[in-house]
């Protein structure tokens, strides 16, 4: 069955890759709020929901809301994971490899525990307590992602002295519902995160600080390699809810037991800082105007358009779509607009609408 659903995978990468470069149909379209909604359905694959609160009771909101997507996505998850066992197992770390991937996640999770950021965990039990959803379930759907490596482009550019800044992520999965959750917590700042509808782990997020930020997995050796620490998608929780600069931003990752081989991208109006971080290095890599991250595969793309680097138009609808990059989703951000595309049942992100959303109803 994991070979036909592989099967017709790649099918598709390689059709979008086609029309990517021959049509390019990429567009832009406004987003519409509407007062006192919480949970704004985008398409079918994307939706924008609205909490606030402590983290238990956003969690218990997020799961009212989205209970009957999630319920779905996760059973797709989980079968997903019975289907995969034997090409996936081998990708576990050594010392979590246990019989079945479920073991080998639950392992994981059981001896990490004590690292974790307490307010992702109270999110997930307050999910788990409003969609009736097991709190295992979710902890093999959020947790196998942190022992998996993914790469994605990360940019950050002064375009007409203002700064844009991109995240793509490509991720070889079925197909999901996509959530921007807005964060409101009791306290602290207000921050977006766009995942999985099931994923409450940060990787593309921005604050209302003004604050990007995003993740990719770095092929060099930066130090230590351990997966014993909080994930840099819970850091990522930390610091979008408590920094108001960059410069915080960096010591909440200091302060943190940090794991895994990763390249970080904090963005502000400011400046633009890419940081090589695993347990025992925290390396600021590039620093000004202009700063990216993309792969060795990536690059020849990334080089060959690199031109097209001028405008939000140009940059949405010729250069993500000839990078190829961004077959899960893409977020951008220029001049107080988010730009976000996920992947819907015939098109990846990159060949599909960009939605526009202003920060002042995101926020509001």
């Known amino acids: 069955m994991w070979l036909f659903t592989w099967l017709l995978y790649y099918l598709k990468c390689a059709f979008n890759l086609c029309i990517a ?20 359905k985008i398409n ?3 939706h924008i929901v609205k909490v606030s609160g402590s983290y238990y009771e956003m969690g218990k909101q997020y799961g009212e809301q989205m209970n009957s997507i999630l319920k779905r996505d996760i059973t797709i998850f989980l079968t997903f994971l019975n289907e995969n066992q034997n090409r996936i197992l081998g990708k576990i770390p050594k010392q979590y490899r246990k019989d079945t991937l479920q073991q080998s996640i639950l392992g994981y999770y059981k001896q990490n525990r004590r690292n974790l950021n307490e307010d992702v965990v109270q999110f997930m039990k307050g999910v788990a307590k409003s969609s009736s959803i097991s709190y295992q379930d979710l902890v093999l759907c959020n947790y196998y992602f942190d022992l998996m490596n993914n790469h994605c ?79 840099i998608g819970h850091i990522s929780h930390l610091a979008l809810s408590c920094a108001s600069n960059i410069s915080e931003c960096i010591e909440c990752l200091e302060d943190s037991k940090r794991k895994s081989n990763l390249q970080l991208l904090f963005a ?60 899960l989703h893409i977020m951008c951000y ?26 002042s109803n995101l926020f509001h």
């Open 21 to 40: 470069f021959i049509l390019k149909l990429t567009t832009i379209a406004p987003t519409y709020f509407y007062p006192f909604t919480r949970n704004i």
């Open 44 to 46: 079918d694959y994307l």
């Open 153 to 231: 482009i990360l940019l950050s550019k002064k375009i007409d002295d203002a700064p844009f800044h991109l995240r793509t992520l490509d991720y070889g999965l079925p197909l999901f519902t996509q959530t921007l959750i807005v964060f409101h917590p009791t306290g602290k700042n207000a921050y977006c995160s766009l995942n999985l509808s099931f994923v409450f782990n940060l990787y593309t997020g921005f604050s209302q600080k003004g604050i990007f930020f995003g993740e990719s997995f770095y092929d060099f050796k930066i130090g230590k390699l351990s997966y014993e620490g909080m994930p």
């Open 268 to 327: 502000d109006n400011n400046k633009s800082s890419i940081f090589l971080s695993c347990q025992d290095n925290f390396i600021r890599q590039q620093e000004g105007d202009f700063v990216y991250s993309v792969t060795p595969k990536e690059k020849a793309d990334f080089d060959k358009n690199f031109h097209l680097l001028t405008d939000v138009q140009t940059i949405i609808k010729k250069f993500v779509p000839n990078t190829k990059s961004g077959e």
């Open 334 to 359: 220029y001049k107080n607009i988010l730009y976000v595309s996920v992947t819907t049942k015939l098109w990846q992100s990159y060949n599909n609408t960009f939605h526009e959303i202003h920060l």
